[in-house]
Structure formats: C-alpha cells, structure tokens
C-alpha cells in the first residue's frame, strides 16, 4: 500500500514562481489536509478537505489555494512564492475529522529564495 | 481557541530511563488526545489516542499516556528509552475540528 504519497520530495522556487505540490492518497479517505512545519513551530493546517469538490481553510491559507476535484487527490498551490513560504509541508489523510488517525506523506521541503 | 502545549522543547535521556514528556491543552469539553512521533526526515506516526473511557491508554512501541481531566494533560511515558526513541514528538488535539498540534518535544538518547 502506497499510503499518502507526495511529490516533490524538494523544490527550490525563486521569488514569485509558482508551483503546485501533489498528494494522492490510496486509503478512499474522505479527510485529507496540508499542513506546514516550521523548525520549534509545530505544525500549522493551511487547508484541510471533508470530501471531493468541499475545501476549507485552516490556520494559515494565505498564499495558498487548494482543490479536490476527486477522493484520491488534493493539491497545493503557491502563487507568487515568498521566502516566508520556505517550509516542510505534509499532505495528510484521515477517515474521520476529529476522531480519526491522520495518515501523513513523507514531507515536500519547499525552499524560497 | 484550541491550543496544545508541551512546555519542555528538547529532553535527553539516557538509554534504559523513564520518560515523561508533557502536554497540556486548552478546551472546554473533553477533547479527542493524540501523540504522534515524527523521525528525522519523516512524516508523523501515530504512537496513541484518547478519546474516551480508561483514562490510562497504551500505545505502540511501548509507550503510554495518561489523560488527568483536573489538570488539563496528556503526558506521555515510557518505562525504559531505547536507543531508537530518539525523535521529535507531538501532542495533538480535536474538538471535532482538524488536528491541532503543539510545538513539539526533541528528544534525544544517550549511551
């Protein structure tokens, strides 16, 4: 089983490139969700998905744009990339909400300069 | 706002001693618990859960934490550190919202 799977695993962007990070997910999860990892900072939801064609934000969605046009997948896009986005992302999957395990990808490191 | 604190930022133990790391948070009705443990270069697995009941619960890889409603925690334990626990670990939680994780503990085993 492929579990979360996310690519790229590195990307150096110059400022204000744009670029889109994949998850795909084989689980049939209704619940997938980005998050971004800062050093000492935990990790922060940008956007999180309750199911195909429904998105939501989280606590940091700015400068990011998010779709779910199917079960299986859910994209992040960065428009116009700052230094400020410079960060580890994970792309995660869940059964449930709020009750249920987050299966997570093994990280996209994203490098702004 | 739902919020989750581990106060102790890198913790070094040595190999074969107990360890206690701790995680409080903040929410008013009994909130869904987590631990999740995160090795270098890797995404976060989950070690344990908590979402009601016995208030002592077990987990993978030997751990267990136990849920102190009176006290707001969810510390989290092992009776000997092996070797291969050294990682970064993050207490998480839910009031029917997506997860909300702490800053995170270091923890790292010595000889």
């Known amino acids: 089983n492929a579990g979360v799977t996310q690519t790229p695993k590195f990307r150096i962007l110059k400022i204000g490139q744009s670029m889109t990070l994949q998850c795909t997910q084989d689980?049939?999860?209704?619940?997938m969700y980005w998050y971004r990892q800062d050093p000492g900072m935990g990790l922060k939801l940008i956007y999180y998905s309750v199911g195909a064609g429904i998105t939501d934000k989280g606590e940091v969605p700015n400068g990011y744009n998010v779709s779910r046009s199917t079960t299986e997948d859910f994209p992040l896009r960065l428009e116009l990339a700052a230094p400020s986005q410079t960060s580890v992302y994970f792309c995660a999957s869940s059964y449930g909400l709020a009750t249920g395990e987050l299966f997570f990808g093994e990280g996209s490191r994203l490098t702004v300069l | 706002a739902q919020s989750v604190t581990q106060p102790d930022i890198h913790i070094t133990v040595s190999e074969g001693a107990s360890l206690e790391l701790r995680c409080n948070y903040s929410?008013?009705?009994?909130?869904?618990l987590f631990w999740y443990v995160q090795s270098p270069g890797q995404g976060l697995q989950l070690l344990l859960k908590?979402?009601?009941?016995?208030?002592l619960v077990q987990g993978i890889k030997g751990f267990e934490a136990e849920f102190k409603r009176s006290q707001s925690s969810f510390n989290l334990r092992k009776p000997s550190v092996h070797w291969s626990d050294a990682a970064e670990y993050f207490c998480a939680h839910s009031g029917n919202t997506p997860l909300v994780f702490g800053k995170g503990t270091r923890l790292s085993v010595i000889a």
């Open positions: 929410y008013g009705a009994t909130p869904y």
């Open positions: 689980m049939n999860h209704n619940y």
């Open positions: 908590y979402f009601s009941g016995d208030t």
